[in-house]
């Protein structure tokens, strides 16, 4: 726009704002409108100003050389990947009902390309390391201003148009694509957060003012619900059943079955599993309000070793910034690491699943410079115990800690790689083989075939590009990716270099790997419910910055991480502890109100009723029908209430049955029983029997009812009748 025309658009807008002044003089006063035009020039110049230097030290802080050549790759991976899909036919087939349930979309494309981008950018790097490592030397563009080349009169309007786009892009939760999904009281939230930070950098507050705000936090949100109940809402029983009998099923089921082991390995860790059961046989987590009990104990042990981790980051010198920083983690990431949690109904989405996360990025500060291969031997001792423990979190960890042992040692030469690649596997089988004959029955070569065997199913069903959500387009994680593969490039760049790493370099190289290496699973699982490993890990990766480097590079990285990255990513943390439920169930625990009915768990009346009466009129028909079996969507619940068991080893059938392979399995199972009668769940149909009626206060899915007549049918079974909450099925003979 030349300046005539800046002119004479300004001139245009006189009138219309010359009226406003006058409205504006006679309601508050010419002194009183002069005051105030005069802050409010003075603050917006302010806002202004701050928000083309964040601009200016954004464009300074970008690695030009490598995000070229990784978006150069990123095309090519893009492009081979669709070529692949295309041409490569689908590899698992839903049941109908699956179908039905969880739309099932195609995302193959998303998932291969990110698995085939990250070979690709490992194999460039490595070989530019080798060969031409001058090529990305990194150029000096601090004192470059992207400012200097914008014209003076653009430069309010970039300011005005970065923070439009900033809440045009930034999504809270994720559903959908662009939309303007964050929250003005968050986004306030946010800034204030942000200043509160850059004053703490400043050094504004003391020592006992940031220990009674931790403390508080702690108080509120890590201790003051460990002696409240777990309250689950109506129509979400269901859901939880299904989570928690595939996550700790088979840690809570009353009697072990066959095959329970390979089941727990299968489905979410044997290990783990075996955690929950031992902490049944302690009276206090005995019941299924015991066990949430216990895995808010686990949210606390999980809490110390971020606070740990922080320590070790920040060093004892920068106590103050400890304490701010873990304030602020703690905050952010209490929604879902705390005892105010909000997804204690799908315990795959707290701490206890990735609990060897925060271990291994604790370790990795004290494996760093080991003489010889002694890194490389613990790692490998470990690395079975992660496996039998979550076979998902052992990938993130194992993929990591070695890609940072291998940083280390092609430091020292190809000796030192050969070297530390042959003490991790010797480590490792040695380990592997003692923890399998230690926990399984059998012979080690039949014991290892089965492994691989269900470890080969887990990474085809996880890496299928099946049962996930699409991707969309989500500023922060996009940024968070972006930053951690230009540091994978630059790490595999440095090999070369003499230098040492130390225990904090090396603790970033496993950080990064991790975040890079959960990517398969965030590509299959697009979801802000999913992220809480990347975000926090990032979180916990920029931290020195907060302390190291002149005091403006300090604020601007707080300010990036807290408005742009984690601006309360998971909703607003604070609002169960004074939202009217929580109020209500810590005036009811105090008054001696609570009823927790479903064993240990508090529910509403209706949920309460229709949940015991349902195991009532089970316990009826076993009692009727000799050799009765039984298959429920809460069958969780109804084994914790009848004392009997279901008919199924997997007890998240609907969850297990997804394909028709596994849909095999539960048919083979099924017709194996010889049961002369089945019992499956019957409530009342919502209209086009799809979805939860009103009075299905349990919330069980028709689709999962639909699975369960389907399934009992294919196995020799019609329907015989009914009653209120079972649909009754007899043998066919023929």
Known sequence: MSTDKYFLAKEKTLPVVSYFEEKAISLIGRKKYSVLKEKTSNGSSYIHEKTIILIDRIVQLIDYKILSALIFLA????????????????????????????TAPDTRLQSRFYSFFCVVVFGFFLFAALYTPNIFQKSENSGWQFSSIVPKWILPWLAIGFWIAYVLLYKKNGDGFLQAGLKGRDFLLALATAYM?????????????????????????YLLPLVLPYEIAETRLFSMDMHWSAVLGDGLYTEPLTGSDWAAFSNYGLLLNKLIASSRLIPLF???????????????????????????????????MVGVTALLILIVYSSRISGVAETFNAPNQLPIRILMIPVMVLLAYYLAGRRGAIGAIVFGLISPVLVFYNFETSYYCILAMGFAIFIESARKGILSVVTSGTAFAVSFLLSGCFLMLTLFDGSLSTIFA????????????????????SAYFFLPFLWIMLHSFVLFSRYLLSIKDQDPLSPIEFQNIV?????????????????????????????LLVLPKFTTGPRADRV??????????????????????WSKESVAIVSDKFLGNLDPCLDGITASDRLCNYTLEKADELKQLVQKNPGLEWISELSLNMTRLTG??????????????????????????????????????????????????????????STAENFQRNLVRAAGYQIAGKTKYWVIARKRYR
């Open 197 to 221: 930070m850059k004053e703490a950098i400043q050094g504004r507050f003391r020592t006992r003012t940031i220990a009674i705000a931790l403390f508080s936090v702690i108080s509120l949100t």
């Open 644 to 701: 009997t068991q279901p008919a199924f080893d997997q007890k998240a059938h609907f969850f297990f049955g997804h394909n028709k392979e596994r849909r095999d399995i539960l048919l083979t199972s099924l017709r194996q029983l010889q049961a002369p009668v089945i019992a499956i769940d019957y409530n009342i149909r919502p209209r086009g029997n799809e979805g939860v009626h009103p009075e299905n206060y349990a919330g069980i899915h």
């Open 286 to 320: 005995e019941s299924l309000g015991g066990t949430v009990t216990f895995l808010k104990l686990i949210n606390l042990v999980f809490t110390g070793l971020i606070i740990a981790i922080i320590f070790q980051r920040l060093g004892m010198k920068n106590i103050k």
């Open 450 to 469: 089965k492994l691989v065997e269900i470890a080969g199913i887990k990474i085809q069903s996880g890496t299928s590009g099946f049962a996930g959500l």
């Open 75 to 102: 095309v090519i991976a893009l492009g081979i990947s669709h070529i692949w899909v295309q041409q490569s036919p689908q590899e698992i087939t839903f049941t109908p009902e699956q179908v039905a349930y969880l």
């Open 556 to 577: 601007v990285w707080a300010f990036i991480l807290i408005v742009f990255i984690t601006p309360f990513i998971f909703g607003n943390p604070l609002k169960r502890i």
């Open 511 to 539: 950080i990064v790997g991790m975040i890079i290496a959960v990517g398969p699973y965030i590509m299959n699982r697009f979801s802000t419910q999913n992220m809480l490993v990347p975000f926090l890990l990032y979180t």
